[in-house]
T-cell receptor, first 110, second 114 residues
Framework: QQQVKQSPQSLIVQKGGISIINCAYE??????FPWYQQFPGKGPALLIAIRPDVSEKKEGRFTISFNKSAKQFSLHIMDSQPGDSATYFCAETSGSRLTFGEGTQLTVNP | KAGVTQTPRYLIKTRGQQVTLSCSPI?????VSWYQQTPGQGLQFLFEYFSETQRNKGNFPGRFSGRQFSNSRSEMNVSTLELGDSALYLCASSRRTGETGELFFGEGSRLTVL
């Protein structure tokens, strides 16, 4: 059973806009919250990650916001580009395994 | 530095057959994990191997098995294939067990069961 709820399922934004994807988790034992990006025909690739003792992490145009009390975290993509069009997965780690969200298919229109 | 290599990339089997998928991790990586990706269930953890030992196992039936060799290469096997086993099987490697945040995925083996 899915322990990570991800929304929206799909997202369309215009070039230069902000893309926001949200995730909610249940298990407080998770110790690391990565986001993965997957292009068609490729495996997922680590995009950015955050630990629960940090509220925000920024790397270039990508920012993770983490709300421990609400058990939610989100990915913000600033100045979205057509090359960002991909499927994004949030995930949680516990020990040696990743639990993934359902995925968000992002389309950035030129 | 070569990435994670999975073979074969595509294969078609019929119900009741068995299949073996292979994974070569990034050089120096000793942990190999396997995930199943389907449109309906998403990405689900199968198992993880480190130093030739299974360290963790997901919620899959015993028809799904794996092993790791001394050179860290791994194989997974699915016996008595069912239609629902059609999926993209992804292998991921990391330097050590527990480094789930630093997983590097291969491009997967796409299995179709007819």
């Amino acid at each position: 059973q899915q322990q990570v709820k991800q929304s929206p399922q799909s997202l369309i934004v215009q070039k230069g806009g902000i893309s926001i994807i949200n995730c909610a988790y249940e298990n407080t034992a998770f110790d690391y919250f990565p986001w993965y990006q997957q292009f068609p025909g490729k495996g997922p690739a680590l995009l950015i990650a955050i630990r629960p003792d940090v509220s925000e992490k920024k790397e270039g145009r990508f920012t993770i916001s983490f709300n421990k009390s609400a058990k939610q975290f989100s990915l913000h993509i600033m100045d979205s580009q057509p090359g960002d069009s991909a499927t994004y997965f949030c995930a949680e780690t516990s020990g040696s395994r990743l639990t993934f969200g359902e995925g968000t298919q992002l389309t950035v229109n030129p | 530095k070569a990435g994670v290599t999975q073979t074969p990339r595509y294969l078609i089997k019929t119900r009741g057959q068995q299949v073996t998928l292979s994974c070569s991790p990034i050089s120096g990586h000793r942990s190999v994990s396997w995930y199943q990706q389907t449109p309906g269930q998403g990405l689900q953890f199968l198992f993880e191997y480190f130093s030739e030992t299974q360290r963790n196992k997901g919620n899959f039936p015993g028809r799904f098995s794996g092993r790791q060799f001394s050179n860290s290469r791994s194989e997974m096997n699915v016996s008595t294939l069912e239609l629902g086993d059609s999926a993209l099987y992804l292998c991921a490697s990391s330097r050590r067990t527990g480094e789930t945040g630093e997983l590097f995925f291969g491009e997967g083996s796409r299995l179709t069961v007819l």
